[in-house]
């Protein structure tokens, strides 16, 4: 059973999200420039990957929370072009920067708003899928975000949240910590002038949770259903969280339907599989396998 925090905690977390509001008000300008630059373009695919698993009906609507610069929005929309887009973002100078890139009849699509995440401006069940992308890391805490995205889905909908894995984890023979302690921050600094922001990046990444906490705390948020995949040696992991809804089984023939040749299927457990043990869990196989 999950206690409620203290009062001192939901100052300290309201402080947090001032801070974080503040921090990427500051490097809104340089923010995709260093994403796309940092990652080597990887970030692109990332979040390619991200829309393509949130599945939502035609004509639906899709939650982007922390949408930032809209880029995740903007994937969504590439593939599911019939959709609308709630950008939901603390952040305004994120999304005005954004904002920007809506031309073309995009603005009909892809509504752009300031919102808390633990509290979110919309109705139950009134979304389709919800995406967030390297968002879920600076929402403290992260079960009443969890919590406020499974309320405002529809059943079935799904939850799709790409993030970096923890950096607690050496990957390749802690070439990736190196980079994340060093090179990020540097990197940060030169270009944007704030490398307490890039360090701030680097610390969060540390101390996030493993895919397989991350996996169970959904399953205390609620989620009926729940998997993981591991991309580029587990840097970084794309987790999906199922509402509960009348359609699972025939979501899991689309998706093995949808997969590439050569892509691993994507793996799931309920709260009735072993896989919820602390030992042997699924997405072991998907993390040696890549
Ligand atoms: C690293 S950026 C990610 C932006 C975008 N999703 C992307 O893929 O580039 C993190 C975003 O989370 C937003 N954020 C942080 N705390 C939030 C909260 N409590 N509610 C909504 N957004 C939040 C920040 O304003 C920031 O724009």
Not at 69 to 75: E, G, M
Not at 123 to 131: I, L
Not at 230 to 256: D, T
Not at 270 to 282: C, M, Q, S, V
Request: aromatic content about 8%.
């Amino acid at each position: 059973m999950q206690r409620s925090p203290t009062q001192e905690e939901s100052q300290r977390d309201q402080l947090h999200g001032r801070q974080v509001a503040a921090m990427f008000g500051r490097i809104a300008r340089w923010y995709d420039f260093l994403n796309h630059t940092l990652s080597l373009g990887l970030d692109i695919y990332w979040r390619w990957r991200l829309a393509r698993v949130a599945l939502p009906k035609p004509g639906g609507v899709v939650l982007d929370l922390a949408a930032g610069t809209l880029d995740v929005s903007l994937a969504l929309l590439r593939q599911y072009p019939n959709i609308r887009v709630a950008a939901v973002d603390y952040t305004l100078p994120m999304l005005a920067r954004g904002k920007l890139k809506l031309t073309g009849g995009l603005e009909e699509r892809i509504l752009p708003a300031q919102g808390d995440g633990r509290l979110l401006p919309l109705p139950d069940e009134s979304m389709d899928a919800a995406t967030i992308a390297f968002g879920i890391r600076n929402i403290r805490p992260r079960m009443a975000a969890h919590k406020e995205v499974l309320r405002c889905l529809k059943p079935g909908g799904r939850f799709c949240i790409l993030e970096f894995g923890t950096g607690r984890r050496k990957v390749w023979g802690g070439l990736y910590n190196f980079y994340l302690d060093k090179v990020l921050p540097g990197v940060g600094r030169l270009f944007s002038g704030d490398r307490a922001a890039y360090r701030y990046l680097a610390e969060t990444i540390r101390e996030f949770p493993d895919e397989r906490q991350l996996s169970r705390e959904l399953m205390d948020a609620g989620y009926a259903r729940v998997f993981h995949v591991a991309m580029l040696s587990g840097i970084v992991y794309l987790h999906v969280a199922e509402k509960m809804g009348p359609e699972q089984p025939k979501r899991e023939r689309q998706e093995r339907d949808a997969a590439p040749l050569g892509e691993p299927p994507l793996r799931c457990f309920t709260p009735l599989d072993p896989g919820l043990a602390p030992h042997a869990e699924p997405g072991d196989e998907e993390e040696s396998g890549r």
